[in-house]
């Protein structure tokens, strides 16, 4: 292992700097995918990849890959490369750190690759992933789900946000619809180091998280329909009341998670209740689900319970009620080497670490289809993500750059 460290404070730095994209009055991020203040991250990115000697690429779903050549140029075009990186888009109230530590740590690790003069057999290349957060454009992890094969590019383009504007349209509108093919291609290895979003590795003061795999995952979209009717002639026996019967489903919701402890979890995000009016009863409720758990079969179990409760929920209040699952994501594990790589680097580093399995999706979750995959964690203040409160230690974010260097060399021929 070469005996080499990044520039924690460049890192750190250029975090600082890309944060002020998006910036939220609390001090966190509201960069909602392919929004104007999402090109203008992409922009910076791209800049910095230029000014380091990189050559950038973007597909068709706006990936944006910054190439770093190996030590043959003649044979490089050719070369799978070492690819490293995250998301830039956001949550509506999302932190500073959440995708961009990854996006920026893989710049950092070919900053100091620069830094040192090293050569590697494969190309490198830092890549940023469109609308990995899904909060946008459902579902998420978009783009890295065509890079892998899982979604259909006419598809993905194809994904509208509340107002009707389609994902397609705006990569277009932004300037990162670009013409390379989406996936299709050898990827050596792909690493990505993030904040774990969780209380874990703080708890455990432990600076990396060796990450084993991720939780498997379930999205439904609901639709409620009852009748709208007058709130002070119409009496409680008579009534549809939509958003009755969507508590009632919701507070189910909670129940199968809560009744599989420790690992399940549920979330209700979004609920539109209409006409939403305070003296009309409801008539129609559209609502989001968000299921997870690591084992696949209990997954399916608490989906199949969740369908029965509203079918139940429905008929005894006289309600129609459609339900469609709109994302599954089947629990993964990573790359055996690429978990040892990562966890011979902590070694090797000294740093503290942990074997972990992610709570959050990630684009390594798909890119792990197509490429030997792993990925690194570093704790963030009391596990807080997707608020804008988040918060990481400079130090612990230097140390899994650190890891993701070596990792990086390790495949990449350094
Ligand atoms: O929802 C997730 O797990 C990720 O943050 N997109
Ligand atoms: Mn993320
Ligand atoms: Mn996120």
């Not at 708890?203 to 979209?221: D, H, L, N, S, Y």
């Not at 402890?261 to 549920?266: D, E, K, M, R, Y």
């Not at 299921?291 to 696949?296: C, F, K, M, S, V």
């Not at 990792?407 to 990449?412: D, F, G, K, T």
């Amino acid at each position: 292992m070469k005996n080499i460290s990044i520039d924690g404070a460049r890192l750190w730095e250029s975090l600082m700097e890309m944060a002020r994209i998006g910036a939220t009055e609390k001090g966190g991020n509201c960069r909602l995918a392919l929004t104007d203040l999402d090109r203008e991250a992409r922009d910076l990115f791209v800049r910095w990849c230029e000014a380091a000697g990189c050559t950038v690429s973007v597909d068709a779903m706006g990936n944006i890959f910054a190439r770093r050549p190996g030590r043959d140029p003649g044979r490089d075009p050719g070369l799978a490369p070492v690819m490293t990186g995250s998301h830039l888009d956001t949550q509506p109230t999302g932190g500073k750190f959440d995708g961009v530590y990854g996006v920026l740590a893989g710049l950092e690790v070919i900053r100091t690759l620069n830094d040192h003069g090293i050569e590697t057999e494969a190309p490198v290349e830092a890549v940023v992933w469109t609308n990995e957060e899904g909060a946008r454009f459902a579902p998420a992890m978009t783009a890295s789900g065509v890079f892998a094969g899982v979604f259909d590019l006419d598809y993905a383009h194809a994904r509208a946000d509340p107002d009707g504007r389609t994902l397609g349209a705006e990569l277009e509108r932004i300037g990162y619809k670009g013409d390379a093919e989406c996936g299709g291609r050898e990827v050596k290895a792909y690493f990505e180091a993030h904040i774990e979003q969780g209380p874990i590795l703080e708890a455990e003061g432990k600076p990396i998280g060796v990450v084993t795999g991720a939780q498997g995952q379930r999205w439904f979209e609901i639709t409620v329909t009852g009748a709208e009717s007058h709130a002070g002639t119409t009496p409680m026996d008579r009534r549809r009341d939509a958003l009755a019967g969507a508590a009632g489903m919701v507070t189910e919701v909670r129940r199968i998670a809560t009744s599989r402890p420790p690992h399940a979890v549920a979330t209700v995000g979004v609920l539109n209740s209409s006409p939403n009016s305070r003296n009309t009863i409801p008539g129609r409720v559209f609502f989001t689900v968000d299921l997870r758990h690591p084992e696949d079969g209990t997954l399916s179990a608490m989906a199949a319970e969740f369908r029965a409760a509203c079918d139940a929920i429905a008929a005894e209040a006289g309600l129609a009620c459609e339900i469609e699952e709109i994302w599954y994501f089947a629990p993964i594990a990573f790359d055996a080497d690429c978990v040892a790589a990562v966890r011979q680097g902590a070694d090797a580093l000294g740093y503290g670490h942990l074997d972990i399995v992610s709570g959050a999706g990630h684009d390594a979750c798909y890119v792990a289809k197509v490429a030997p995959t792993g990925m690194i964690f570093v704790p963030c203040k009391d596990g807080i993500s997707h608020n804008e409160l988040e918060s990481a230690e400079p130090d612990d974010l230097a140390a899994g750059c650190n890891v993701l260097l070596h990792a990086v060399l390790e495949r990449a021929g350094g």
